[in-house]
C-alpha cells in the first residue's frame, strides 16, 4: 500500500485517484478548489462520468480517499505525488505550465521525506527533467525526490473503466528505484507496463493523441470528397474497417473532434515542432481540416435558408462527445453563437452538459437571438425550423426519423454525427443534411 496524493481533481486526477484507492492504495486528493472538494467530501462528483461517484463513495467510507485544498499535510509525508492538473492551450499553440509549476513549487517547500513525483498532466518533451530541476532548486529538506512520466489515455465518458481495465500503462523514469515505485504503484491493476525515458513517454502521449486526430481529421476529409464525388462515407469507412492494419476505430466522420485533448495536443505537438525547426505537415493537416470542419453543417445551413432571423433552431447536444458534462472545443460552442448571430431562438437538449452550456450563454436573450434549455427533445423539436445534432447521445439516437416529421414545423435536420441512415430520412420525408453522405432534399 502506498500512501499517494493527487495534485488536482479534474478528469484524469480524480479518476486516478479514486482508482488508486479502489485497488487499495491510502489516497489524498488535493485541489485548491474549495467547492469541488465540498461537492467531494459529500459523496458528489464535480464532473460528470460513469461509476465515478459509486467509488468514491465507497472508498471515502472505507477510508482510503480523502479530498483537501491542505496540500501541505497532503504532500508531506507522501510516498509518491501524481500532478493532475490542467496544461491548457496557449495563445501560440504553446501548452500553459503555469499550474505544473505551482504544484512543483508546493511540492518542494512541503515534502519532508523521500518521494517521487509523477507528472500525469500532458507536457511538453522534457518538461519533466524541468519539473525535476525545479524542484531541487526550492527544495526546504534534505530529501530525495525523483519526476517520473505517466502519461493519461483514458477517454473522458469511459475514464473509471478505461483507468481500471487500461490497455497499457506508459512509465518515463530515469532511475530503477522511479521504475520500481511506480511498477509497484500500478501492480494491483494486472495491466501491461511499458517502461521507457521520460523523453519518451512524453511523447507517447502527444504522437497517440495526434495519431488519432490525425484519423478523424483523415476520414472527414475524405468525407468531404465523398459528398463531392458521389460515394458513401460510412460504406467506405465501413469497406476500410475488416483490414486489420487500418482497425475499425475512429473511423467516424463528422463534425470535427473537441474536447481537451486532441485540440490543444494537436496544436503543442506542432509548436514543439516548430520550436525544433521542424514543420509537422501531417499534423497541420489535421488541424486545418478540423477547424473547417466545425463549421461545416452551419455553413451548409446558410447556403440553405435565407436568414436564422427568428426562426426557432433546436440544437441536439451541447457536449464535445456523449457520456461526458465536458464542452471544451465542443462543435456546439462555435456553433451556436453563429445562429445567435443571425438572430436564431435556440432550443437546446442535452441531458448533462445543459447546467455547463448556460455559464457561458445563459438562457434567454443573447445578443440579436435566444436560448432556451428544454429537458426533452421534444420541446426542442415542436414547431422547430431547422435542426441540429451535435452530440450522439443515446438520447438523441433513439429519436426516430417520422418524429422529426411530425413535430418540426420544417422537418430540416443538419446531422453532425451521422446518426440516421439516408434513406430511413427519405422514407420518413425529412429533408437531411450529414457529413459524406448524399443530402435528403
Ligand atoms: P481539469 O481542468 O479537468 O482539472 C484540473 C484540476 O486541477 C482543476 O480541478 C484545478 O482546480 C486543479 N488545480 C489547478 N492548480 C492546482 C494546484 N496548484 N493544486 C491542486 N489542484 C490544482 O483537467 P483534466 O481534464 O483532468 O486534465 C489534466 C491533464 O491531463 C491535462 O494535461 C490534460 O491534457 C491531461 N489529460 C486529460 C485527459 C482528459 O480526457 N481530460 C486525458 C488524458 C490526459
Redesign the pocket.
Known amino acids: 500500500m502506498y500512501k499517494i496524493a493527487v495534485?488536482?481533481?479534474?478528469?484524469?486526477?480524480l479518476v486516478a485517484g479514486v482508482c488508486f484507492a479502489e485497488i487499495g492504495h491510502q489516497v489524498t486528493c488535493?485541489?485548491?478548489?474549495e467547492r469541488?472538494l465540498e461537492l467531494m467530501k459529500s459523496g458528489v462528483s464535480p464532473?460528470y462520468e460513469a461509476d465515478l461517484e459509486e467509488l468514491m463513495q465507497k472508498n471515502y467510507s472505507a477510508g482510503r480517499i480523502d479530498y483537501t485544498t491542505d496540500?501541505k499535510s497532503a504532500y508531506k509525508n507522501a510516498d509518491a505525488i501524481f500532478i493532475?492538473?490542467?496544461?491548457p492551450e496557449q495563445h501560440d499553440g504553446s501548452a500553459n505550465l503555469s499550474?505544473i509549476a505551482?504544484?512543483a513549487r508546493?511540492i518542494a517547500e512541503t515534502v519532508e521525506k523521500d518521494c517521487l513525483v509523477v507528472v500525469?498532466?500532458?507536457?511538453p518533451v522534457g518538461t519533466n527533467d524541468k519539473v525535476e530541476q525545479f524542484i531541487q532548486d526550492f527544495l526546504l529538506h534534505d530529501v530525495k525526490i525523483e519526476v517520473a512520466s505517466n502519461?493519461?489515455?483514458?477517454?473522458?465518458g469511459s475514464?473509471v473503466h478505461d483507468t481500471l481495465h487500461a490497455e497499457r500503462v506508459v512509465i518515463g523514469t530515469e532511475s530503477e528505484w522511479a521504475e520500481e515505485q511506480l511498477t509497484k504503484i500500478y501492480e494491483p491493476f494486472h495491466i501491461p507496463i511499458v517502461s521507457v525515458n521520460r523523453r519518451s513517454a512524453e511523447m507517447i502521449?502527444y504522437a497517440s493523441n495526434d495519431f488519432l486526430a490525425l484519423k478523424i481529421s483523415y476520414m472527414n476529409d475524405i468525407a468531404n470528397l465523398c459528398e463531392l464525388v458521389g460515394a458513401d462515407i460510412q460504406d467506405v469507412a465501413r469497406g476500410m474497417s475488416f483490414d486489420q492494419r487500418i482497425g475499425s476505430k475512429f473511423l467516424n466522420a463528422g463534425i470535427g473532434y473537441g474536447?481537451?485533448?486532441f485540440p490543444?495536443?494537436t496544436k503543442a505537438l506542432e509548436y514543439i515542432a516548430k520550436q525544433n525547426h521542424y514543420e509537422l505537415k501531417t499534423v497541420k493537416a489535421a488541424i486545418d481540416v478540423n477547424k473547417e470542419q466545425k463549421t461545416l453543417l452551419y455553413k451548409k445551413a446558410c447556403r440553405r435558408l435565407i436568414t436564422f432571423n427568428g426562426l426557432k433552431v433546436a440544437v441536439l447536444g451541447l457536449t464535445f462527445k456523449p457520456g461526458t458534462d465536458?464542452l471544451r472545443e465542443a462543435a456546439s460552442l462555435e456553433n451556436v453563437p453563429l445562429l445567435i448571430e443571425q438572430g436564431a431562438n435556440i432550443y437546446a437538449y442535452d441531458p448533462v452538459g445543459a447546467k455547463n452550456f448556460a455559464k457561458i450563454h445563459p438562457e434567454g436573450e443573447n445578443g440579436n437571438g435566444t436560448i432556451t434549455y428544454v429537458s426533452d427533445i421534444e420541446q426542442a423539436l415542436a414547431g422547430a425550423n431547422v435542426c441540429f445534432i451535435f452530440t450522439e447521445w443515446g438520447e438523441v439516437k433513439a429519436v426516430t426519423p417520422e418524429l422529426y416529421k411530425r413535430l418540426m414545423r420544417t422537418p430540416l435536420v443538419y446531422d453532425g454525427r451521422n446518426i440516421y441512415g439516408v434513406e430511413d430520412m427519405q422514407v420518413a420525408g425529412v429533408e437531411y443534411h450529414s457529413v459524406g453522405r448524399r443530402p435528403v432534399v
Open positions: 495534485a488536482g481533481t479534474g478528469y484524469v486526477g488535493v485541489d485548491l478548489d469541488k464532473i496540500y493532475g492538473v490542467g496544461t499550474y505551482t504544484v508546493q500525469k498532466s500532458t507536457v502519461p493519461e489515455f483514458l477517454a473522458q475514464a502521449k474536447g481537451s485533448c490543444k495536443d465536458d
